[in-house]
């Protein structure tokens, strides 16, 4: 069993900055591509940035120069730094994670999402 667990969400200005977090538990072996989706209410959900095991990143342009992802694989751990928040950014954030679990069992897993609103 593999549990995601998000934080660091919460209410922001216009301009201002938040950090996600997002640890993964369970029977890991290993985790591939973490990464960071997003839906705002009406809209379907959207990759934001992904993160491979090897730590290279890649971002949605609409993100591009303002977010950050990262992680830490000893802690299991991905992180997603939003700067120059916008109202646009507001959104429920989930985290999803690639993960091999032991056992070989593969798994896609989804965290239980996060509230990001940007507003003054």
């Known amino acids: 069993q593999v549990q995601l667990v998000e934080s660091g969400g919460g209410l922001v200005q216009p301009g201002g900055s938040l950090r996600l977090s997002c640890a993964a538990s369970?029977?890991?072996?290993?985790?591939?591509?973490m990464s960071w989706y997003r839906q705002a209410p009406g809209k379907q959900r959207e990759l934001v940035a992904a993160?491979?095991?090897?730590?290279?990143?890649n971002y949605a342009d609409s993100v591009k120069g303002r977010f950050t992802i990262s992680r830490d694989n000893a802690k299991n751990i991905v992180y997603l730094q939003m700067n120059s928040l916008k109202p646009e950014d507001t959104a429920v954030y989930y985290c999803?994670?690639?993960?091999?679990?032991?056992?070989?069992?593969?798994?896609?897993?989804w965290g239980q999402g996060t509230q990001v609103t940007v507003s003054s």
């Open positions: 993160i491979t095991s090897g730590g290279s990143p």
């Open positions: 369970g029977s890991i072996l290993r985790i591939g591509t």
């Open positions: 999803n994670a690639n993960i091999v679990q032991l056992g070989l069992r593969r798994s896609d897993n």
